[in-house]
């Protein structure tokens, strides 16, 4: 007990003293320090950066730190592998009923899973909605109405080509999220943008919401474009249809049947198009 009182006192003292000299100076600068770290913290959660008198207040990589936007190739990998293990499913040779909704990127891609579609007893429709991006479709309930209008037993959706540049990736996790919402329990694949330049994470963004299994990296293939330098020309756009099918027959979550096509569908595939024009609000 004795000892205890004595040693109260001295850490009594030894604070006193601390407090009183040059020490407390250099502990109100570690609080302030503190205080700037936390602040620092929160506004790199932010989505969109803050601008004062049209200057953008550069955020810090914090963030990155604690809830990485992008896993290290290695770690991504055996974590879709794992998933479309324990997911993927039988060979289905039933009938389906395709839904093809995205950007303009997937017109040539329509024509030829329409051939596909002519060869296994499959029909489809095709929504373009040109200029899309996951900021429009992920705003509103476009693929939820098709969905009801057409009732499909598999959906193929094309989007992300128009986001192959945006500086804050981390913004469109929820709008991809909540188009894989609007999906509910269907079959479905997200056919990748076909990059022309290296993108700033959006296709590594879709896939850790995809999976392996249900994402088609368009990004590795070759491709000859029209004139705008982005847009595969149709002959390009078959050979990029031909790779997804076998992609959706041999290595989806979901594969169906998708023999190669002999020859082509005499009509065109039933398709919607779209304004070039956002949602209401935004």
Not at 68 to 76: D, F
């Amino acid at each position: 007990m004795k000892n205890w009182k004595i040693w109260s006192i001295k850490i009594y003292k030894a604070f006193k003293k601390f407090e009183s000299g040059k020490h407390f100076s250099l502990l109100k600068f570690a609080a302030i320090l503190m205080i700037l770290m936390i602040a620092l913290t929160i506004y790199s959660y932010k989505q969109e950066p803050i601008k004062i008198f049209k200057t953008e207040i550069k955020q810090s990589e914090i963030q990155e730190f604690y809830s990485p936007t992008e896993l290290p190739l290695g770690m991504l990998a055996e974590k879709t592998r794992n998933k479309s293990r324990t997911q993927s499913t039988k060979m289905d040779s039933s009938s389906q009923r395709f839904l093809l909704i995205g950007d303009s990127m997937l017109e040539t891609l329509g024509y030829r899973l329409n051939d596909y579609c002519r060869k296994n007893k499959h029909t489809m429709n095709s929504v373009i909605w040109y200029s899309s991006s996951t900021l429009w479709y992920g705003n509103c309930d476009t693929i939820s109405y098709f969905i009801k209008k057409y009732n499909p037993t598999y959906v193929i959706i094309v989007v992300g080509a128009n986001e192959l540049f945006i500086r804050n990736i981390r913004s469109r996790d929820k709008l991809v999220k909540n188009i894989i919402r609007q999906l509910g329990d269907l079959k479905y694949i997200w056919v990748g943008p076909p990059n022309w330049k290296e993108d700033t994470g959006i296709n590594d963004l879709i896939l850790r919401n995809t999976g392996k299994g249900r994402y088609y990296p368009s990004k590795k293939l070759t491709y000859d474009r029209f004139k705008d330098g982005a847009h595969p020309t149709r002959k390009s756009g078959y050979m990029w249809m031909d790779s997804v099918a076998a992609f959706i027959m041999n290595k989806s979550m979901y594969p169906v049947l998708l023999k190669f096509p002999d020859t082509p569908a005499k009509k065109n595939p039933p398709t919607i198009l779209l304004g070039p024009h956002p949602p209401i609000g935004l």
